[in-house]
Nanobody, 117 residues
Framework: EVQLVESGGGLVQAGGSLRLSCAAS????????MSWYRQAPGKEREWVAS?????????RYAGSVQGRFTISRDNSRNEVYLQMNSLKLEDTAVYFC?????????WGQGTQVTVRA
């Protein structure tokens, strides 16, 4: 059974930093691209960043987080991370770890990130 468990969310002041973690199990972690998504209140879920399976793998970011967020993975621990710096009010959202194992995309339960002024 595929399981993704996020942690590390919380309340942070604008300009601050948080590091999210996602522990994965139930599949061959090192084989798949891992992604982070987020969903703000009243908005659709949006893609944030992805890291390919092979290290050093292809890494991509949404324009809104480019230069502020860093995605990384540790294949020995089956974990993926999202380092978030220079946080803005608009980064407030529930953040989800995700993996696409065709034909299905799997999601974690999410972790709340709240940025205050």
């Amino acid at each position: 059974e595929v399981q993704l468990v996020e942690s590390g969310g919380g309340l942070v002041q604008a300009g601050g930093s948080l590091r999210l973690s996602c522990a994965a199990s139930g599949f061959s972690f090192r084989t798949y691209t891992m992604s982070w998504y987020r969903q703000a209140p009243g908005k659709e879920r949006e893609w944030v960043a992805s890291i390919a399976a092979v290290v050093p793998g292809q890494i991509r970011y949404a324009g809104s987080v480019q230069g502020r967020f860093t995605i990384s993975r540790d294949n020995s621990r089956n974990e993926v991370y999202l380092q978030m710096n220079s946080l803005k009010l608009e980064d407030t959202a529930v953040y989800f770890c995700s993996v696409l194992i065709p034909p299905r995309r799997f999601w974690g339960q999410g972790t709340q990130v709240t940025v205050r002024a």
